[in-house]
């Protein structure tokens, strides 16, 4: 079945600084791979996706990169902002199931 | 519109004892989804449901879990004999397969055993 490693497990940036958190995956049916932002007691929430046909998605501060014969994918967040800390985790399946990493626990300081 | 919701938000239970967590979907999602989320860990799949019926109950971790769902609305997620390892948030998420695969979080629900 599939696996998804994440590295790293937590990251501490100053505030306007960019940050990369990676990402493998084992499988290569997959071919949906989201990412979620966790804050404290609350549920994930998505804050971006990519499908396996394409390489690079943006939307605003944030992009995911997927290189699918390394079955790694990227997420970037530039200009980074306090309220960005949070716990980010990347996921990775098809037909519906997703296989989530272990999280990276994202610290912006001011 | 209504996000997912789930109930109760906190449990707390003594060893032994059944428990039923329950999760109401989006209206109109087909798919629905449970994890466990152990302090400080990711998601673990637990069982997906399309429609009333589960093609996918593979990460149950063990015969004392089990869950229903009726028609394409409320999910019911029963641990029987609760040990203390079962201590974890249970998420429910739902989602349009067919047209979309995103998966829409509820808050989960707060499990601890003593």
């Known amino acids: 079945g599939e696996n998804v490693e994440q590295h790293p497990s937590t990251l501490s940036v100053q505030e306007g600084d960019s940050a990369v958190i990676k990402c493998t995956y084992s499988?290569?049916?997959?071919?949906?791979f989201p990412w979620y932002k966790q804050e404290l007691g609350k549920g994930p929430q998505l804050i971006i996706d990519i499908r396996s046909n394409v390489g690079e998605k943006k939307d605003q501060r944030i992009a995911v990169t997927l290189n699918k014969t390394a079955k790694h994918f990227s997420l970037h967040i530039t200009e980074t902002q306090p309220e960005d800390s949070a716990v980010y985790f990347c996921?990775?399946?098809?037909?519906?199931?997703?296989?989530f990493g272990q999280g990276t626990e994202l610290s912006v300081k001011p | 519109g209504a996000g997912v919701s789930q109930s109760p938000s906190n449990k707390v239970t003594e060893k032994g004892k059944d428990v039923e967590l329950r999760c109401d979907p989006i209206?109109?999602?087909?798919?629905l989804y449970w994890y466990r989320q152990r302090l400080g860990q990711g998601l673990e799949f637990l069982i997906y449901f399309q429609g009333n019926s589960a093609p996918d109950k593979s990460g149950l971790p063990s015969d004392r879990f089990s869950a229903e769902r009726t028609g394409e609305s409320v999910s019911t997620l029963t641990i029987q004999r609760t040990q203390q390892e079962d201590s974890a948030v249970y998420l429910c998420?739902?989602?349009?397969?067919?047209?979309?695969?995103?998966?829409?979080f509820g808050p989960g629900t707060r499990l601890l055993v003593l």
């Open positions: 998420a739902s989602s349009l397969v067919g047209l979309e695969e995103t998966q829409y």
């Open positions: 209206s109109g999602h087909t798919a």
């Open positions: 499988d290569s049916a997959s071919n949906y």
């Open positions: 996921a990775g399946g098809e037909g519906g199931k997703l296989i």
